[in-house]
């Protein structure tokens, strides 16, 4: 009975790892890339076998997913995208992982085609990494089009606000008025 459960729950934590790394766009070379072979995740992400959990730190961390939070989905608990998003970026911040804010940031400017709301996640992860590198230039046309983007919401939800409130010190005087 145990064991019947235990195979469940990883070929579940295989689909969430493969629902996770879909909703990324990241391809399945990416997200094995220097964990194992291509084949091996292709068995995990559809329940043929489980996986070393040395391996699933790995990939976790390939597709910017915190372990946990792939344990919680194999258990059926609801995910929200926001909350895992400011948890990951934390504690990135809190690691000093750099690297790793860098590969976030780049995948929300890659995103901003599709949804105008990442210019504010842009605009917060640059500042993160402002943060722990001075050095690190806060893109000012992105300031401009968070501000933009800010100004035609109708309707404020939470992540706006939070994200506001985030992003409120970057903004120019006259734009943070405006709002």
Not at 74 to 96: L, N, S, V, W
Not at 100 to 116: E, F, G, P, V
Request: net charge negative.
């Amino acid at each position: 009975m145990v064991e019947e459960q235990s195979k469940r729950f990883d070929a579940r934590l295989g689909e969430a790892f493969k629902a996770f790394r879909l909703s990324k766009n990241i391809s399945s070379d990416e997200a094995c890339r220097g964990v194992c072979a291509r084949k091996t995740l292709w068995n995990f992400e559809n329940g043929v076998c489980a996986i070393k959990y040395s391996y699933l730190l790995k990939l976790a961390q390939n597709i910017n997913v915190p372990v946990e939070e792939l344990e919680l989905a194999a258990k059926d608990y609801p995910i929200d995208e926001d909350e895992i998003f400011y948890r990951m970026t934390g504690q990135y911040h809190c690691d000093k992982n750099i690297e790793m804010l860098k590969s976030m940031l780049t995948a929300k400017k890659n995103a901003i085609l599709t949804n105008k709301e990442n210019y504010f996640y842009v605009l917060y992860i640059a500042d993160l990494i402002h943060d722990l590198d001075p050095h690190f230039p806060i893109p000012q046309d992105i300031v401009q089009k968070a501000a933009d983007y800010f100004i035609d919401v109708n309707i404020w939800g939470y992540n706006e606000l939070d994200l506001f409130s985030h992003t409120l010190h970057l903004l120019t005087v006259n734009l943070a008025v405006s709002l």
